[in-house]
């Protein structure tokens, strides 16, 4: 079009829908003269007139141009979603893992999943991804050529591909790689921007909302989730209420009564959700078949309240939560009220040091011997 028509179409890489766009202008250029809808750019311009020439600029600048350009853009929007929409409900999908040939039927997510969570390799939710068969292809294909995913580095075997990209954790894609923005539902969104463009806005209009009244911030209410089965409850008292009567589990009194500060409550919590979680009996180290067998145990046998002794669960390792946003970790307290309540109440007796012998302290106080030592070394 350049060198036979001399029409330059700016842009081009954001055209949505380039053959349509073509055939628009197409029709267009046949019922009014090229010069109404475009720029002329006269090149040469202090050569000879037989020696100038002229190019057309067609660009969004041109109000039709632009809505096209969005219609386009729009439309190729909704057929990305449609396709998106079809790969989620596709319960069909085939697929092989990249890296332990373990292969997959059924949702794509199962595959997804299956990589994030064994092979630490996460290129996104599936949610997020369109044209799925067709990205694992080409990743499968630069794993097959020897390429590293990330850093695009090109080995000698298979073997030592896995172990680079093993050790410098080079399990993800290159983010600055233009070839996978295709595969974004995120890159589809606005006319012209990318993902990073996208991202960008978001931050600086965080940044611009920072210094508003959030005067009239009105909190969500937290749902805590029971230890023992799968109540949930707004509040650490209704939830602590509903333990002692469901389960005979009393933390409050447990924490009272052993002089639990917030860490050791937090290493409770989390050891006796790891517990219930591996479906074992922390009072008899006992192991059931499921959850409803261990709460049907603990029921019959008592063992909600039976805690094995102190050194077993105050452990570094239960500082980390057996599940993610647990909400019941941010409702536990330490406040002065709940240590006061834990002091015998009544007068305390204060005995004062015996004074009457006070010269024979003053002689034989260590102070007095750290002086004496000083004074001979000077």
Known sequence: MIIEHKVVIADVKLVADFPRYILYWRKRFTEQPVTDFCSVIRINSTAPPEEQDHYFLLCDVLPEDRVLREELQRRKLEG??????????????????????????????????????????????PDNIVNCSEFLCTLQKKLDNLQCLYCEKTFRDRNTLRAHMRKKQHRRINPRNREYDRFY???????????????????????????????????????????????????????????????????????????????QQVKLVNFIRRQVHQCRCYGCRAKFASRADLRAHLEEAKHAALLPAVETWDQPQYYFPTYENDSLLCTLSDSESDLAAREPSGDVTVISEDTSQLHALKQSSVLNQLLRQEGLRS
């Open 185 to 263: 539902v995120i890159n589809y969104l606005e006319l012209g921007k990318s993902w990073e463009e996208v991202q960008l806005e978001d931050d600086r209009e965080l940044l611009d909302h920072q210094e508003e009244d959030w005067s009239d911030w009105e909190e969500l209410p937290v749902s805590a989730v029971c230890l023992f089965c799968e109540k949930q409850a707004e509040t650490v008292e209704q939830l602590c209420v509903h333990m002692e009567e469901a389960h005979e589990f009393d933390l409050l009194k447990i924490k009272s009564e052993l002089g639990l500060n917030f860490y």
């Open 80 to 125: 990305i979603l449609d396709q998106q929409q079809r790969e989620r409900n596709d319960n069909s999908f085939r697929g092989v893992c990249m890296f332990c040939s373990e292969e997959f039927l059924g949702n794509r997510s199962v595959l997804l999943n299956h990589m994030t969570r064994e092979h630490a390799f996460n290129i996104g939710l």
